[in-house]
């Protein structure tokens, strides 16, 4: 026994040491430290113990899957992802908060479809006609709703396509674009300087449903926006899938619209301005100066636009928690994750199923998460919880513009939405990103939890992609409500930053927005859950604490937040 005794000890310490180490076993893919948040009832410690990586997998695996269809908008793998959606919410014991008792939330669309028969040709006043091809060349929308339009209308120069009075721009300055096209770069004029269209990050005036809508108030008939990929932050490939199958509009939008919403390559463009006897680059740099005016170009646009148009209707899926004090609970905090991707796109050759895997069956799983960790506590927070999985995100954030005009709750009484939208099964992580949150006076709150959970939030990677403005939370906050959405940075556990930088890179020239973003078993729920429990530590607080989170003082959204308050939503 004595003779074995030091051996054995070894053999056990040995053991106990290598368990440890290995990260192969499920114990240890699993096992997460549980943060420790300060202030935080026991209920809450319980909620976020509760999450399970796991069960995020397993609803990502099935929102993935090709029997879901890709799940788009209008289509019937997107209809059984919100009854899925909505009978998992009904199983934890959720209460309906969508239309007459339903989970479901009605939203009214228009769903067009631009047919191969369409033609869009240039006609330089000097020098051959330049007849496009749909889809190699360009995309279009005819956004009025006909089915058939045909255009022959000059073309104009518009640099940036931008009016901004308070960075006192205004590219449509002196110019008629009544009844005509207008040729205009994404993206805004190039700055360092934080008072000048925020430096280098991206405002809304640079994105382009920006240029699409302020072109329509402006009454013109048409836009060409030029992809360039550096300008728009993803590649033609990204442009063409989202633009070749069916794009859906909310049906009852007062707006005004384009008969002719299209983007076209950069070569197009290039090759245009040298029939004009003009420079691209020239032009583009003499866009983002001062003291650029819009410049008539010697070319016609003539289009014949052949669209298939159809009604139907889609659903936003709402959830609600009660909260638990009797005045509070008036008031609530959201949470949200599209669960619409492109869906599937029949005729196509070869895998024509866009799963959305990443994008964004990974928010959903958070949400589903979220939700079921909230539902199991017994006595839940004092601002009721709303649990909202949206609709027509990758059609320009529909269902959420909607929910954000028709909240179940007045949109004064909403305290805070936190949005989840593609967060990147890749492991532990040891960054977060909060974008926007800094915008709000929950920011303390959002920095001691942050810490509490290890975790180093990082500035927005790539400020001048303009994510601030390509989620749902865009539409809450459009609603004056708080709002910003949490994902992940590029520093994982037992990898360098260039590890995750590179990950992320692959996935958008790879991956996003194409039928290759799928389910592998490979994955890793760990960062998934760490930011399901993040999201419930922030929630939980924003949804006890005394007062509603607003918006700093000046803010770009303060304004509609006041707008609410006054009674004009
Ligand atoms: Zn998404």
Redesign the pocket.
């Known amino acids: 026994m004595r003779k074995l005794a030091y051996p054995a000890l070894l053999i056990l310490l040995t053991g106990i040491f290598l368990l440890s180490q290995t990260t192969n076993s499920p114990e240890a893919k699993t096992a997460v430290a549980m943060p420790q948040v300060a202030g935080l009832p026991p209920a809450a410690q319980q909620a976020m113990a509760s999450v399970d990586a796991e069960k995020i997998r397993a609803q990502v695996r099935f929102l993935a899957s090709d029997l879901l269809e890709g799940r788009g908008t209008g289509q019937r793998g997107g209809d059984i992802a919100a009854e899925y959606i909505a009978t998992q919410f009904a199983l934890y014991g959720l209460k309906p908060a969508g239309d007459n008792g339903s989970f479901l939330q009605k939203v009214a669309m228009m769903g067009i479809a631009t047919q191969d028969e369409s033609t869009l040709s240039l006609l330089p006043d000097n020098g051959a006609p330049m007849n496009l091809t749909f889809r190699a060349d360009y995309v279009a929308m005819d956004e009025s709703g006909s089915t058939h339009d045909e255009i022959s209308a000059p073309l104009i120069w518009m640099g940036y396509g931008i009016d901004a009075p308070e960075f006192n721009w205004n590219d449509y300055q002196g110019v008629d674009v009544k009844g005509k096209v207008l040729l205009m770069l994404v993206n805004e004029p190039p700055s360092d300087d934080p008072k000048f269209f925020a430096g280098p990050a991206l405002t809304y005036y640079g994105r382009w449903t920006y240029k699409f809508e302020e072109a329509a108030r402006k009454g013109a008939l048409g836009v060409l926006l030029i992809h360039k990929t550096d300008m728009a932050s993803y590649p033609w490939s990204v442009v063409r899938s989202s633009w070749s199958g069916e794009r859906s509009y909310l049906r009852n939008d007062p707006a005004p619209k384009l008969k002719l919403a299209a983007w076209i390559q950069s070569d197009v463009a290039r090759k245009l301005a040298q029939t004009c006897g003009m420079n691209l680059e020239q032009m583009i740099a003499a866009a983002g100066k001062r003291g650029f005016r819009p410049t008539p170009l010697p070319v016609r646009v003539h289009v014949n636009l052949f669209s298939k148009v159809r009604s139907f209707d889609s659903n936003n899926v709402i959830a609600r928690l009660p909260g638990s004090d009797p005045k509070l609970r008036e008031q609530a905090v959201f949470y949200s994750a599209?669960y619409d991707h492109l869906g599937i796109v029949p005729g196509m050759a070869g895998d024509n199923i866009y799963n959305g895997a990443q994008?964004?069956a990974t928010g959903c799983g958070i949400l589903l998460e979220i939700a079921r960790a909230f539902a199991g506590v017994k006595q839940p927070p004092k601002r009721s919880i709303y649990f909202a999985s949206v609709t027509a995100?990758e059609q320009g954030l529909r269902g959420s513009e909607y929910l954000g005009k028709h909240p179940p709750v007045p949109a004064k009484d909403i305290s805070l939405a936190l949005n989840y939208?593609?967060v990147p099964p890749l492991g532990v992580p040891e960054e977060v990103n909060v974008a926007g949150a800094e915008r709000t006076t929950f920011y303390p709150a959002v920095q001691r939890t942050a810490k509490d959970f290890a975790l180093t939030i990082v500035p927005d990677s790539q400020p001048a992609a303009g994510h601030y403005y390509r989620?749902d939370h865009f539409s809450f906050a459009s609603a004056g409500i708080p709002a910003f959405s949490i994902d992940e940075g590029d520093k994982y556990r037992g990898h360098d930053r260039q590890w995750g930088t590179a990950q992320a890179e692959e996935y958008v020239a790879q991956h996003y927005h194409q039928p290759s973003d799928e389910y592998y078993p490979e994955m890793d729920f760990r960062g998934d859950a760490a930011m399901a429990r993040f999201g419930i530590a922030l929630g939980w607080q924003a949804a006890n604490q005394p007062a509603l989170v607003e918006w700093q003082p000046g803010d770009e959204f303060a304004k509609a937040r006041a707008a609410s308050q006054n009674g004009n939503p």
């Open positions: 599209h994008d964004n995100e939208d593609d989620s």
